[in-house]
């Protein structure tokens, strides 16, 4: 691909700080708390009662929908209650919790699956539980299987990690390369895609580098690294299938509508982990970090753990915790208590302390347009913030609010220290809410 | 008596940050003399006016910018102009005989007279003899207003402001740009249309008092309508009016321009499909 203009960006400290962390493998905790609602679309039905057994691997959730992706429980143990519990979107989740007796027995259902045609491989994909892993949890399997598949041609691989502090995905190249590669070989089999790329930011150069022996070693013609420059947000969608293939891509179109399989690169080397193994995903590797961690490291998590229990594993506290983020400090959830489990998307538990997590004071707008200059699409978010305030649906239709994809840079560039990301968002609600 | 201009820049800063203490005060806004803006305003003012200007003519000049233009439209980031630039022509009309009697430096080599005109004013009259050389005009050998001799000065400022991208080079290269073009045209000849660029107040007014944002245009385009406006109306006051000088109602007439210009560049803007992915 040629040499494109690179889409406005801003300068955000990386703080990669634990980039060169080997991943360790935590103990497992006493209770795991697995939650129904870990991906976009239809959440899952409990399949067990309280006081079954359960076992590494099996499926303990699952639902009709086609947007949507099993659920496996990642201890063995017994289920201990079934609860309902404010998630933290503000709505109700079901969560299974299951009080672990430690054997981690795997399941008889962990099987290697066979793939003899596509339909095999999209329902394989489906059985491995896989979302993007990445953060927004999307199910794997449906964005492997588009409507207009003849049209595909390339497999985007993202692997840009934007985001300050989290280092999972550089993990995954440089511990699991082989995976990734596999599992790309695999999806451009399957889905007959001419070529693959995978968008890395220049601050992971092992990654690059590990990546990189690995093609030549594998001799693969088809694969090839896009370099991307180290500002965020390189790892959005959008932002990555325009700098990668110099496809425009506007907020409601899947990039499979431009002939693009794009997945994030964590998700595509555990897949192929399940199509060697047949174990789908009950763990998964989580960045822990923020100034308050006694020792910030990289953890493979089984999925249901409590923060405070992963937290516990690296140290505890050092100072009493202020703001806890599930994901980075850009787009992540700050969650209500370290009570909260981990998910299949928690690609990082940063925990910060007062110091770090005040928010100071807003000043008024002095119309700098430095939040136009830092946003990817060039939109105007401070014409947004008034023309919410005015109630003003027209305006914000007419400026395009709805491409707004709330990566957050207007907020960090403000000198004025305006909440403009959130003010966005509840434009972006307005809008919707008028059309209905 | 030779004014030094100590005696007006503390006083302004001083009197601004206090009346828009007051102002907050009085009518019960959160108090914003933190953020400085007030004292840039009583600086700018100093700066706008002769150095033996009369220290209370001055601090009036900052209690309208402060009250008048900045505090009744809502405070900082509403005001429609510029609060320093309103005020400098605010204390021109109110006493202009203060406003147009220049002491002169230290370095004009006169015995006996302690004030002049400034260069403008020479050329108004025609006695383009007695006009200073291009290079006194650069470092500020010559009559004028504080902030505005040393046009060299100014430009490492305004330099220094871009580098560290504080401010677009947008409104300053088209504000001078078109000075000297229009300079160019009426007078034909190189040296007199940089006599325009370096005299005055057109250094000064395009790079730290036409670039606030609050009162010019969003949009780089806005920008450059607005930068190419000022040159032109600064440049016809000069040439075709009665006044010597025309940058501050030049910054003041775009300024009211700004929401014009503004809705005409987002037309461009928003038909260029300028807010969607991959512009």
């Known amino acids: 691909m040629s040499q494109r203009k690179h889409l406005p960006s801003i300068h955000v400290p990386h703080h990669k700080n634990t980039a060169a962390c080997e991943t360790v493998t935590m103990p497992i905790p006493d209770e795991v708390s697995i939650s129904m609602s870990q991906n976009i679309g239809a959440p899952c039905q409990p399949l067990v009662e309280k006081g079954d057994y359960v076992k590494v691997g099996q499926r303990i959730g699952d639902v009709q929908a086609f947007v949507s992706a099993p659920i496996f429980s990642s201890v063995s143990g017994t289920v201990k209650s079934i609860d309902k519990v404010r998630g933290s979107m503000g709505g109700f989740e079901t969560h299974i919790v299951i009080e672990t007796d430690k054997k981690q027995e795997v399941s008889e259902e962990v099987q290697i699956p066979v793939v003899n045609s596509f339909e095999d491989f999209v329902k394989a994909a489906r059985d491995s539980g896989m979302v993007g892993l990445g953060g927004a949890s999307f199910p794997t399997h449906v964005k492997l299987n588009p409507k207009n598949l003849d049209e595909c041609e390339y497999l985007v691989v993202n692997a840009a990690e934007c985001e300050p502090f989290i280092t999972t ?115 998964r590797r989580v960045t822990v970090d923020g ?146 | 008596m030779r004014c030094s201009q100590r005696t007006l820049r503390v006083p302004c800063v001083a009197a601004s940050v206090l009346f828009e203490y007051l102002f907050n005060a009085i009518v019960h806004k959160k108090q914003t003399v933190g953020d400085l803006s007030a004292a840039l305003t009583g600086l700018l003012i100093a700066f706008n006016v002769p150095a033996s200007f009369p220290l209370w003519q001055a601090i009036i000049g900052c209690l309208f910018a402060i009250v008048v233009v900045k505090g009744l439209f809502g405070g900082i980031g509403k005001n429609f102009s510029n609060p320093a630039i309103t005020a400098r022509i605010f204390l021109f009309i109110s006493f202009s005989a203060n406003m147009s009697t220049w002491p002169l430096t230290r370095l004009a080599e006169s015995t006996d007279a302690v004030t002049g005109p400034t260069p403008l004013a020479l050329y108004a009259e025609g006695s383009t003899d007695q006009i200073p050389g291009l290079m006194q005009l650069l470092l500020g050998f010559h009559g004028g207003s504080t902030g505005e001799v040393c046009a060299l000065a100014l430009l490492i400022g305004g330099i220094y402001l871009i580098a560290r991208k504080v401010i677009s080079p947008v409104i300053p290269c088209a504000f001078i740009g078109t000075v000297f073009v229009f300079g160019l045209i009426a007078t034909g000849s190189v040296y007199w249309a940089l006599f325009h660029v370096l005299s005055g107040g057109v250094m000064l007014g395009a790079f730290f008092m036409a670039t606030d944002y609050v009162t010019s245009p969003k949009l780089p385009l806005g920008q450059l309508i607005f930068g190419i406006g000022c040159g032109i109306i600064t440049m016809s006051i000069r040439l075709f009016g009665s006044y010597p000088e025309g940058v501050s109602f030049s910054i003041l007439l775009m300024n009211i321009c700004t929401p014009l210009i503004n809705n005409l560049s987002y037309k461009f803007y928003l038909k260029e499909g300028g807010a969607k992915n991959g512009k």
Not at chain 1, 267 to 279: N, P
Not at chain 1, 418 to 430: E, F, Q, S, V, Y
């Open chain 1, 291 to 436: 100034d308050v961690v006694t020792e910030p490291k990289n953890v493979y998590v089984p999925i249901g753990t409590r923060i405070a229990d992963v937290v516990e594993f690296c140290g505890g506290y050092k100072k009493e915790p202020r703001k806890i983020i599930m994901g980075g400090p850009m787009m992540g959830r700050a969650t209500k208590s370290d009570e909260s489990p981990t998910m299949k998307n928690t690609s990082a538990i940063l925990c910060f302390s007062q110091e770090m997590a005040e928010v100071k004071e807003e000043t008024a707008c002095l119309n700098c347009q430095r939040c136009h200059t830092a946003c990817p699409f060039g939109l105007m978010p401070s014409i947004f913030a008034d023309a919410y305030e005015a109630k003003d649906v027209d305006k914000l239709n007419r400026f395009n609010v709805m491409q707004c994809m709330e990566c957050g840079s207007c907020s960090y560039t403000c000198p004025a220290r305006r909440p403009l990301a959130l003010t966005n968002k509840l434009a972006k609600m307005m809008v919707k809410e008028a059309s209905k």
């Open chain 1, 169 to 283: 995905d550089n993990r995954e190249m440089v511990e699991n390369g082989q995976d990734v590669l596999d599992g790309m070989k695999l999806i451009m089999k399957w889905l007959n895609l001419k070529k693959g790329f995978i968008g890395v930011e220049t601050n992971k150069p092992d990654a690059i580098a590990n990546l990189k022996r690995l093609i030549e070693q594998n001799e693969i013609k088809d694969i090839e690294i896009v370099p991307l420059p180290s500002s965020y947000p390189k790892g959005a969608e959008r932002v990555l299938v325009y700098e990668v293939t110099g496809k425009t891509m506007n907020a409601g179109v899947l990039p499979a509508q431009l002939g693009v399989i794009l997945d994030n690169v964590s998700t595509i080397g555990v897949m192929a982990e399940y199509f060697k193994t047949g174990m789908p995903i009950v763990r």
